[in-house]
């Protein structure tokens, strides 16, 4: 095992625990092959499955399995009118399983999100029964105030480039807590418990994966 791949698991393991002390579920998986095997052991077949905006869901293949398991896929972007739209976000918040990733992670295994419309942030708070989280192990940092600086300074920049927003940040790469209209930050959420216990699970994988 090289240093880096033992340095991913040490630290997985410390979060790992820290996410029971609060009530939430943690798995480590080498790499994204073994993410996939995870996700596929914890879904039962014909579940309904629906997911908040994830790059790292598509780069570890997760969608993809997704897609060809047999399950109920609730996917608000197949939507063609407002209505129908509007009646599979109705669908998500039932759901049996919401899957996303986390703009941050701290060791103390409190997660740190910032949204936009704020359907992702909202389906992770309350809704579907089960929430499984993706994230790459670069999404680790120390402290929830280190876990703000990622989510506003790292992942939203990019994430506005990704979807195309005009931004202050898409420009300068740094945060400038604007009220731009197409800002993708008005919520900003931090997990420091589930609720229901073992109802948000984290998958941690040791790549980096996702913004």
């Not at 790059?55 to 009118?81: H, N, P, Q």
């Not at 049996?96 to 409190?110: C, K, P, Q, R, V």
């Not at 506005?160 to 300068?172: A, E, G, H, Q, Y």
Request: with cysteine; charged share 25%.
């Amino acid at each position: 095992m090289t240093p880096r791949k033992q340095f991913y698991e040490n630290t997985a393991k410390t979060i790992i625990a820290s996410l029971e002390k609060r009530q939430m579920k943690g798995w480590y998986c080498e790499d994204s092959a073994a993410a996939v095997k995870k996700v596929l052991e914890l879904i039962p077949k014909h579940a309904s499955v629906t997911w908040g905006g994830t790059m790292t869901m598509e780069e570890c293949g997760v969608m993809d399995a997704l897609k060809e398991g047999g399950y109920t896929l609730i996917d608000r972007f197949s939507a063609k009118m407002p209505e129908e739209k509007k009646a599979l976000y109705a669908k998500a918040v039932c759901a049996d399983y919401f899957f996303m990733s986390t703009n941050a992670i701290t060791l103390d295994g409190e997660l740190i999100n910032v949204d936009g419309a704020g359907n992702r942030a909202a389906c992770l708070c309350f809704g579907p029964d089960h929430v499984i989280v993706l994230a790459g192990m670069n999404k680790v940092v120390a402290s929830v105030e280190e876990g703000h600086d990622r989510a506003r300074n790292t992942a939203a920049p990019m994430n506005t480039l990704r979807l195309n927003k005009k931004t202050p940040c898409s420009v300068t790469g740094r945060c400038s807590d604007c009220q731009s209209p197409d800002c993708i930050c008005s919520q900003i959420v931090v997990t420091r418990r589930s609720h229901v216990p073992g109802r948000i699970q984290v998958i941690l994988i040791g790549e980096e994966l996702g913004y």
